[in-house]
């Protein structure tokens, strides 16, 4: 069995943990997040026939309350990095945080989500973000954590990147 | 630079020159005679040092010479004795395999010592385990853990261990510093919580990263040692690589830090590579379990040495009831005891056997139908009637009571006739006719232990009757008189009748009865003078006696002087005359056994 650290970091309100919520049952309380800034799930699965036993670290959105704490995203193997798809300076702020996650561990596997894919008629990213993304070789995938849609291709992309 | 000697010695060199060389065979000669000339001796010692590695043989005797002392010198580092394991494993497996015999003699002077050094602890912990288990359902403090588990809905053996437990590792995860990635985690047995390992590892790796940040001066290495929760504590030691966190129950001393410090230390030096290259598969890993369960440690209150004092109350209530089984069997014992005393002393019972068994006593004997009822008997001791079987087989007892009332209701006298028997001699006395005396005389003798019927009164229980009141009878005399002291008129009355009474019985049975007047004197005087004055007082109430009407008894004076005083030892009371009354013909005139008979 394969164990491995992934992060879910973006700005605030982006839906990190709606997203954790939809993937996987949540045992540890929420609390730890407004407190600690960080709460870490579980999630196992299989990528192919190789059995991967996902370690989730929910890190809180970097704001003015509460600065990401870099100590977290050490040992990552890998990252989601989460936009919310109606605002447009989470973007921005995610390649931030990719500079920060890098800057941390290096280069590692992620995927960036395109969050709240269900309110397409809000929609606030430049049409072409996404082709031009993945010709850099980036996972972009539109999910939403209300319908659900995307959010298990969204983790097991990623595991499969950081596998291979 | 000199050249004069390469031609010489180039040949010989020539098969260890380099093959690249071919094309150009003199210039690579010219080449090695170069190299000659310039290092000849050290080439010489490369040459040779170069054959000492690859020559086995060799190489093994260099090595050989130092492997003692590298061994000694790398003796205290672990790594050595865990490179050595499989290698001695493996030999002694192979060892034995070959001949166990040897590796059996090798081992046999230990093995005694091992055994008994085991067979020890074991014993010592069964006793520890017997005292516990008493203690834990017997004592006050044990009621109150259960009232405890009751009320707060724990289980009863974690309430124990709470109260009994000094210290006690719960569990130990072994976590990788960088990833918080679970490498390893062992629990203790019993721990009923179960807990998501990988969770509990990832939180714990964010805590400790959460206050590092907050509170540790930046850079400076700090780390959180200790986390406090209600009665548990969470030690954490920390390597390079990995981090060690024990879940502790209680108060752990000083020394187990040190432990598990060695225990990080030690998985370090086995798996320090696989640690820093970890990349999420746990399955290289797999051994370090068996590090970490050494850790799992506990150590229980100190119970006094010896006896816990719920033992000792249990015991002492033990000899409380021996004790007091004792005592009443004793007591028990000494009713039965007087029972069968009185049983005995009763007339017309005879008891031939008796014991007791399992609290039931039991008794066989002889009993006269005319004696008493010995259940009447058994009733008036503090016996549980229960606890008595009893086996009564009927007999005729021969006593002179029993005979005489067998022989009332055989004979059936009238009511005016008295019947009474001595020395198997039925008297009746009083009016009878003469039909009855005929019939009465036939069936008398059918009695047992009647030889003959006789009318009138029995001389021997006249006197039974009389002798000790004519016996006790004391004349008293001044002192050198030969004079009754005055004031005696009413026992000499007394007297005079009793034997009157005694000389009719006599007249009655037709047979002579001898009464002693016995003088006596006091110590004054000469023995002979003592002797008359003696003789000369029975005399004297010998003739009183005659002159008062008493006939028919032999009445023989005699002397005793002051030889044989009475008992009272006051030299008025010796001077005295007192009686003693003989029957001739009987075998055993002595009072005191006749005092029995008359019953």
């Given at each position: 069995m394969i164990q491995k650290k992934i992060c879910m970091i973006g700005a605030s309100a982006v839906g990190k943990t709606s997203l954790v919520a939809r993937y996987i049952r949540n045992d540890f309380s929420e609390k730890y997040h407004s407190s600690m800034g960080v709460k870490v799930d579980k999630k196992p699965l299989k990528v192919g026939d190789q059995e991967v036993e996902l370690m989730l670290w929910d890190i809180y959105g970097d704001d003015e309350f509460q600065k990401l704490r870099?100590?977290?995203?050490?040992?990552?193997a890998g990252y989601l990095l989460v936009v919310?798809?109606?605002?447009?300076s989470t973007l921005d702020k995610a390649m931030e945080l990719k500079g920060t996650m890098e800057q941390a561990v290096g280069v590692v596997p992620f995927v960036l989500v395109l969050n709240k894919a269900d309110l397409t008629e809000a929609w606030d990213l430049p049409a072409d973000l996404e082709t031009r993304m993945q010709a850099e070789g980036w996972l972009v995938l539109r999910s939403s954590a209300k319908t659900g849609a995307g959010v298990e291709d969204a983790f097991a992309g990623l595991a499969s990147r950081m596998l291979r | 630079m000199a050249e004069p000697t390469a031609d010489s010695e180039g040949s010989e060199a020539a098969?260890?020159?380099?093959?690249?060389?071919d094309g150009n065979g003199s210039a690579s000669d010219d080449l090695f005679e170069l190299r000659r000339l310039l290092m000849g001796p050290e080439h010489e010692r490369v040459l040779d040092l170069q054959d000492r590695f690859d020559d086995p043989v060799r190489l093994a005797s260099d090595v050989g010479r130092v492997l003692p002392e590298s061994l000694i010198l790398r003796?205290?580092?672990?790594a050595v004795s865990r490179a050595l394991a499989p290698a001695v494993e493996e030999a002694l497996q192979a060892s034995v395999r070959a001949n166990p015999q040897t590796l059996a003699d090798a081992l046999f002077p230990v093995m005694g010592p091992a055994i008994r050094k085991y067979l020890t602890e074991a014993l010592a912990g069964m006793l520890e385990g017997l005292n516990r288990a008493l203690e834990h359902s017997f004592s006050p403090a044990s009621l109150g853990w259960r009232w405890e588990a009751m009320r707060t809905g724990k289980p009863f053996a974690e309430i124990v261990l709470l109260h009994?437990?000094?210290?006690?590792?719960?569990q130990v995860f072994l976590i990788h510093r960088q990833t918080g990635l679970l490498l390893q985690h062992v629990t203790a047995e019993d721990i009923a919580e179960q807990v998501d390992a990988d969770m509990v590892s990832g939180m714990l790796t964010a805590i400790r990263d959460f206050v590092q940040d907050s509170f540790g001066k930046p850079g400076s290495g700090d780390s959180v040692e200790e986390l406090r929760v209600g009665e548990r504590v969470v030690w954490v030691e920390q390597s390079p690589h990995a981090i060690l966190a024990a879940v502790i129950r209680g108060a752990p001393p000083k020394d187990l830090r040190i432990s598990l410090q060695t225990t990080l230390e030690g998985i370090h030096a086995r798996f320090g590579s696989e640690l820093e290259e970890f990349q999420g598969d746990t399955a290289p890993l797999a051994p370090i379990r068996e590090y970490l369960e050494p850790c799992l440690l506990s150590q229980y209150r100190e119970k006094n040495q010896g006896i816990s004092p719920t033992l000792a109350g249990v015991l002492v209530l033990i000899a409380l009831l021996l004790g007091w089984w004792g005592f009443s069997s004793l007591r028990e014992g000494r009713r039965w005891a007087d029972y069968l005393h009185r049983l005995e002393a009763e007339p017309g019972v005879v008891v031939i056997s008796q014991g007791t068994r399992w609290g039931t006593h039991s008794v066989i004997g002889l009993r006269d139908p005319l004696s008493r009822d010995p259940l009447e008997i058994l009733s008036e001791t503090d016996l549980n009637p229960d606890k008595v079987v009893s086996r009564w087989e009927p007999y005729q007892a021969l006593l002179p009571r029993f005979i005489v009332l067998r022989a009332r209701a055989l004979l059936q006298p009238p009511p005016e006739v008295t019947l009474s028997f001595s020395n198997g001699v039925l008297y009746a006395r009083g009016p009878v006719d003469a039909a009855w005396l005929a019939e009465a005389g036939r069936l008398a003798?059918?009695?047992?232990?009647?030889?003959l019927f006789q009318r009138g009164e029995a001389l021997e229980s006249s006197l039974d009757r009389l002798r000790p009141e004519i016996e006790n009878c004391k004349l008293r005399f001044p002192s050198n008189e030969i004079q009754l002291q005055p004031g005696q008129e009413e026992i000499w009355q007394r007297l005079v009748t009793h034997l009157r009474e005694v000389a009719a019985a006599a007249a009655a049975a037709g047979r002579p009865v001898r009464v002693e007047v016995r003088g006596h004197a006091d110590s004054s005087g000469t023995s002979e003078g003592n002797l008359k004055l003696s003789l000369d007082r029975a005399t004297l109430v010998r003739e009183l006696l005659l002159a008062d009407g008493v006939a028919g008894l032999e009445l023989e004076a005699q002397g005793l002087g002051s030889q044989r005083a009475a008992a009272d030892r006051s030299s008025a009371a010796e001077r005295l005359v007192t009686f003693r009354i003989v029957l001739p013909s009987t075998k055993e005139p002595a009072p005191q056994s006749k005092a029995k008979e008359p019953r």
């Open positions: 870099t100590s977290y995203l050490r040992g990552s919310d798809g109606t605002r447009r | 098969p260890r020159a380099s093959p690249a060389a003796g205290q580092d672990p009994t437990v000094l210290y006690r590792v719960e003798k059918l009695l047992p232990g009647v030889i």
